[in-house]
């Protein structure tokens, strides 16, 4: 099945529901906003320019996560210049991947993939529109 939204998936029943619900409200943005960053790491997107982001960063998608952090970055700067107080997180394990449970299962962490990927040290979040490593 090929869709370009998951509402065609939706029977008529699910939609009756969904209406007399009132899900899917506008809801706002709260009295307490906050904007929460998660992973903008290089692992994730490589390094704009880089000519070897394949071999490097093997979980990167690239161009098209080039575009999502200059994006992040204009909603940080905008957060910060209203008040509204901005998090990031970053995902790292150990260097001998013995803390990544099922992941290093499902993506063989460490294993072929160079050190690029999400070690503890080997990383720097991203904090600006420059890609840092």
Known sequence: ???????????????EVIRRG?????????????????????????IPGASDNAAHFPLAC???????????????TSARRHGVPVFQTR????????????FHRKVGAGIGRGENLYFD????PRSSRR???
């Open 91 to 102: 995902f790292i394990v150990n260097p001998d991947a013995d803390d990544c449970g099922m």
């Open 22 to 46: 009132k899900w899917g409200q506008t809801a706002g943005f709260g009295k307490r906003p906050a904007l929460l960053i998660v992973d903008a790491q290089n692992y994730m997107t490589g």
């Open 62 to 76: 690239g161009e098209v996560g080039f575009a999502a952090v200059e994006w992040i970055a204009a909603l940080q």
């Open 121 to 124: 040290g080997l990383l720097v």
């Open 131 to 133: 890609c840092a490593r």
């Open 1 to 15: 099945m090929t869709s370009d939204s998951w509402q065609d998936i939706l029977s008529d029943s699910d939609r």
